[in-house]
């Protein structure tokens, strides 16, 4: 592109922002006109909007989507959150009046538990008008970084809440990035901050390579041993393998989130090229992908398991034709949950059981029959509603939900919750399995009248290549009777099932997408391993510290980083290396420093998995009141002395080097957080400091009190009662990096390690340049 281009695209996207600022919040696209007779067309014929109400339905669809927050679950701090949210910002802007309007305070979602999630109309322009509010977005854009808040379109929380996520359960996410669906689910993952490590785990699949990045920025906000980002097509995702007491068995879902690529006729709020590009032959095309990607995962799902289908359209041929044809094929397996009452306070119309087709020339079909041979290509008989009424009737296709607009000032949304009753019918018959036979499997055969198919059941997996285990042993041989069943649409595997000997499985051309950035290996340690003999002694880790769970980036040379993951996730990785491209997993627990080993130990504690590590932890920990806090996130090295007694004593009595900073809370002082803190700190010679990323700091500051905001030159500033002298100001240092965005760990090496010793304090050093890139 050349330089004159350039500087063209600068401008017009400079404007664009400024028409954008405009607007209301989520608003933008000046130029686009909000009408598409088509659009109008095609929905009043369909009928889905109750009567009378159509015009209600199109004037929501052309106002601005509202914001909407929300406050990660899973953190023991997340009511602290809630209280600061409450106390300081919404009570305050419910009082402001700007351009003699009074503001609408925020309002907490009816439907989402515990008051974790809000919604609020504030338009940039006014936001920018009110210094009270610039802080509360400031607070907001802080938060998010640290994985506190999360901005989420309200409807898009629905899916993760029908799912009935349990800590022990093994859920994948076909269709994952941007990720924050994905983020719902680790935090309920880790419902009970008391376990370190949950046995459940979130497989998170994109098929876009650099998507795929974006989901991992996402994920690691929530410093999670249990997430394991793959980049596969979900049509064809490989099926996996763990070992199972000994033995090699195949790994099935307890829960699947079935987000599926859309039209996205339900997102022109916030979409509002949609208005322009929205034609019927979106949804024509996206069907058959749309079925491949469900029939792939019930496949993949284990019986008794549930999988969430859900869309951003509002379109039939997307949504009831994906869930009837599903339902129809597979002969009673699987069953629509009847969701009425999950969801308490959320308002929503029933799934339809009849609808029409529509080209995109406006020509309308009602049935397959009627279809010329000609558009057989484009249109497909699982467009179309069942015929036979009986059988209709018993797919209860009014169990699916649909959120209009404009019942509760949202978002379009379809989403449909499915149960596994039994194994899906062209998966019945078993592979040629060697002699010994695995006992599980027998008893799994008697879970179902029919014979259990071995993608469902656990077994041993026969001796060969990869390939033939795949094609031969986790889908099966096809019967006849079955094989003709099975839509045109149905899945790849399916399709490719009649060229393939009668075998269903993906195509091999399609096994391993290896597209994008090559990834660094992962390398798990062995508990043997001479990195252990130091730390082990060093930090004085407990018996149960699992060492086989800590793994590196690099199979040679020094360690410069060691992660952690959970015992689940590292059963998947040790057996699917070769079939599976993992992006990102584990959290990174210790960092290697240049000066560490005088001090007896090479490898500092790093602050994203100081809550998962600290458990095992038994010594270098200081236990800090709220005051030491806040003098160590708001000085850059201070003097052991300024700590407060206990503290000052507790580090007296401590050689140099890593360490933890403890705050448990007392509940005889509901003023203080009523939250556990554990921060990452160093003692030095005669001081001591805290590695904290700059949005933690902010993050825990705001916790005690302290009000932390940057003003327009972009100075980090608190202000706060009764503040002690000295603490008027939050250190430059901490502020040093607020360009730095991305990854809090790389903030953390900057903020942390780069400026002098001003206070005599001996402090770490990264070793060279950090090449990890994904971690």
Not at 105 to 126: F, G, V
Request: proline share 6%; glycine share 6%.
């Amino acid at each position: 592109m050349g330089k004159r281009s350039r500087q063209r695209q600068k401008n017009q996207s400079a404007a664009g922002r400024d028409d954008r600022d405009k607007a209301g919040w989520g608003a933008g696209y000046a130029d686009i006109v909000k009408e598409n007779k088509l659009f109008e067309h095609y929905y009043k014929e369909q009928g889905l909007v109750p009567e009378g109400e159509f015009e209600q339905f199109m004037d929501a669809m052309r106002e601005p989507l509202p914001a909407t927050i929300r406050i990660t679950g899973y953190k023991s701090h997340a009511k602290e959150i809630l209280h600061c949210l409450k106390e300081k910002y919404f009570k305050d802007i419910q009082e402001l009046e700007i351009d003699g309007q009074m503001m609408e305070a925020p309002q907490a979602l009816s439907w989402y538990p515990d008051e974790q999630a809000w919604h609020t109309n504030m338009s940039r322009k006014i936001i920018r008008k009110s210094p009270l509010l610039e802080k509360f977005h400031q607070f907001l854009v802080s938060e998010t970084e640290s994985g506190n808040i999360s901005r989420q379109e309200a409807v898009s929380m629905i899916p993760p809440l029908l799912l009935k996520i349990e800590p022990h359960h093994k859920i994948l996410d076909m269709c994952a990035a941007p990720g924050s669906k994905t983020a719902q689910l680790i935090e309920m993952l880790h419902a009970d901050m008391d376990v370190p490590f949950p046995e459940g785990f979130v497989i998170a699949n994109d098929v876009d390579n650099k998507r795929c990045y974006l989901l991992v920025h996402q994920a690691k906000r929530l410093n999670s041993p249990c997430i394991m980002v793959v980049n596969h097509d979900a049509s064809c995702i490989p099926t996996l393998q763990i070992d199972s007491d000994g033995k090699k068995d195949i790994l099935f879902y307890d829960r699947i989130l079935c987000d599926v690529p859309c039209s996205g006729d339900g997102t022109m709020r916030k979409n509002i090229d949609v208005w322009k590009k929205w034609t019927t032959s979106n949804s024509l095309h996206l069907h058959g992908l749309q079925l491949r990607i469900a029939v792939r995962g019930v496949e993949q799902l284990a019986v008794g398991g549930r999988m969430v289908y859900s869309t951003c359209s509002l379109n039939p041929i997307e949504d009831e034709a994906v869930i009837a044809a599903l339902l129809e094929k597979s002969e009673g397996a699987l069953e629509l949950a009847d969701s009425s009452a999950d969801l308490p306070g959320l308002k929503w119309m029933p799934g339809v059981t009849s609808w029409k087709l529509m080209t995109k020339d406006g020509q309308w079909f009602s049935d397959w029959s009627e279809v010329p041979s000609s558009r057989h290509t484009q249109i497909r008989p699982t467009m179309f509603p069942p015929k036979d009424a009986e059988k209709l009737a018993a797919l209860h296709l009014e169990r699916c939900m649909r959120i209009l607009p404009h019942h509760q000032n949202t978002g379009g949304f379809f989403v449909a919750v499915l149960v596994k009753k039994a194994p899906m019918p062209w998966n019945k018959r078993y592979p040629k399995l060697r002699k010994d036979v695995s006992s599980s499997s027998a008893a799994q055969s008697e879970v179902s009248s029919m014979a259990s198919s071995p993608a469902d059941a656990p077994r041993l997996l026969p001796e060969g290549p990869l390939e033939e285990m795949e094609r031969g042993s986790s889908e099966g041989k096809v019967d006849e009777e079955a094989e003709k069943e099975v839509p045109k649409g149905a899945s790849v595997a399916q399709e490719a099932s009649a060229k393939q000997e009668g075998m269903c499985g993906p195509p091999p051309s399609k096994k391993m997408r290896l597209f994008g950035y090559k990834e660094d290996p992962f390398v798990f340690l062995t508990e043997d391993d001479p990195v252990f003999n130091t730390i082990q002694s060093f930090y004085d880790l407990s018996g149960d510290f699992p060492k086989l769970n800590v793994l590196t980036r690099t199979h040679e040379g020094k360690k410069r980083h060691l992660y952690m993951v959970s015992k689940e996730l590292r059963n998947v990785l040790l057996n699917n290396s070769e079939r599976m491209k993992v992006i990102n997993t584990g959290v990174k627990v210790w960092s290697r420093n240049s000066d560490g080993e005088e001090f007896g130990c090479a490898f500092r504690l790093a602050q994203e998995g100081i809550y998962t590590l600290q458990p095992y932890i038994r010594s270098r920990i200081i236990r800090v009141s709220v005051e030491d806090i806040k003098v160590l996130l708001t000085q850059e090295n201070p003097f052991l002395s300024k700590l407060e007694d206990d503290a000052h004593a507790q580090a007296k009595k401590m050689g140099m080097g890593s360490i933890v900073l403890k705050y448990i809370p007392n509940a005889n002082n509901p003023a203080e957080p009523q939250c556990p803190i554990q921060l990452c700190g160093w003692r030095g010679k005669t001081s001591i400091r805290a590695f904290v990323p700059r949005n933690e700091r902010f993050h825990y500051l705001r916790m005690l009190g302290v009000e932390v905001f940057r003003d327009k030159q972009g100075l980090g500033q608190k202000r706060g009662d009764g503040e002690k002298e000295g603490k008027e100001q939050v250190e430059d240092e901490v502020e040093k990096d607020a360009e730095e965005e991305e990854g809090a760990g790389d903030n953390e090496t900057e903020l942390d390690l780069e400026n002098g010793d001003q206070n005599g304090s001996s402090k770490p050093k990264t070793e060279g340049g950090n090449k990890e890139t994904s971690s």
